[in-house]
């Protein structure tokens, strides 16, 4: 062996440690999935049925598409609190628009506008005010439940019959449609995230958005499109919501951001930012989704599902923490 093929083997070896290291995540998650079948399966009647499947998958729907959206916002360094009023929120005034005799497709193009202009305040407060992403998100959380309940007194608002609206929960070959949106965005998302200057840039921010203001990055304008892109998201599971309920509810989707936040986290991206993916979060919106329904037909306590769910955050938020110490070892030794 030549001095340097001897040179290039440690090297080789140290990058096949990092690439392996990188997908550790995932692979623990595949593992963790199958073992949450294999338990529920024989523990909890009725979970391998046909329709039990259907419904996990219009519960990781729900979760997935705003989780898409949450994980570039927490690789960026930031948080966003809101998506359960927004999705409650834009359901309600989908609804009314459909009352008042919008054309249905014109009615979902508002509504997803709705939602990105209404993000994109808190987007707008953390990049040219410094209001903390966590405070400004927050704000608007209380703000859209409230308005949802003042204006509906917290009845649901009917829409009567549509087709379009039908159709959006009608299964198709026996995949609900919001299943196959949400996998149709997770690829369009999982492209931009890695493939794409505006991925690269949400990276970069999240790892040390002074130098990537430096580097010629706009901080600010990103930020803003990031939150606004959120409510675009939040809108969608929010058309989807109408769809499955036939209605606009203010009171639905209550701690769905805290399913989105559980599920990016466990999903393997860094809250300090600068690291994640989005396979690893489609895998974390699958535990989540897999551990509520296995909970709910196990017959457990709905305050103590709540209880689950913190546990399962800290040990993710844990487990993201000794990860990222272990790569900053690695980077040093």
Do not use: C
Request: glycine content about 10%; hydrophobic content about 60%; overall charge positive.
């Amino acid at each position: 062996m030549s001095l340097e093929q001897a040179a290039k083997s440690p090297a080789s070896a140290q990058r096949r440690r990092s690439g392996l290291s990188q997908h550790m995540n995932e692979v623990s998650l595949f593992v963790a999935i199958a073992v949450l079948y294999v338990v529920f399966t024989a523990t909890a009647g009725g979970f391998m049925t046909f329709n039990n499947q259907i419904n996990i998958l219009r519960d990781a729907a729900t979760i997935g598409i705003a989780a898409w959206a949450a994980t570039l916002i927490i690789i960026s360094g930031e948080i966003d609190v809101s998506v359960g009023p927004m999705v409650a929120f834009i359901s309600v005034a989908l609804a009314y628009l459909l009352q008042w005799g919008v054309p249905t497709p014109i009615a979902f193009v508002l509504a997803i506008a709705i939602g990105a202009a209404l993000a994109s305040i808190a987007g707008i407060l953390r990049a040219y005010f410094d209001v903390p992403s966590f405070v400004g998100t927050l704000g608007l959380w209380s703000a859209l439940r409230g308005t949802a309940l003042f204006v509906t007194d917290a009845l649901p608002v009917s829409i009567g019959r549509n087709d379009i609206v039908d159709m959006l929960d009608r299964p198709i070959l026996g995949v609900p449609p919001a299943a196959i949106i949400m996998l149709a965005l997770f690829a369009v998302f999982a492209f931009v995230s890695r493939k794409t200057a505006f991925g690269r840039s949400v990276f970069a921010i999240g790892g040390n958005p002074h130098a990537a203001f430096l580097s010629g990055i706009n901080v600010a304008r990103i930020r803003v499109m990031l939150f606004a892109i959120a409510g675009a998201m939040a809108a969608v599971s929010g058309i989807l919501l109408l769809s499955r309920l036939g209605s606009g509810n203010a009171t639905a989707a209550s701690g769905l951001e805290f399913d989105v936040i559980a599920a990016v986290v466990v999903g393997g991206t860094a809250l300090s930012g600068g690291r994640g993916s989005m396979l690893g979060t489609l895998l974390g919106v699958l535990v989540i989704t897999l551990i509520g329904n296995g909970l709910i037909l196990l017959g457990i306590n709905p305050f103590f599902q709540q209880v689950v769910r913190g546990l399962i955050i800290v040990v993710a938020v844990l487990a993201n923490i000794q990860a990222i110490k272990r790569g900053a070892a690695r980077n040093k030794g």
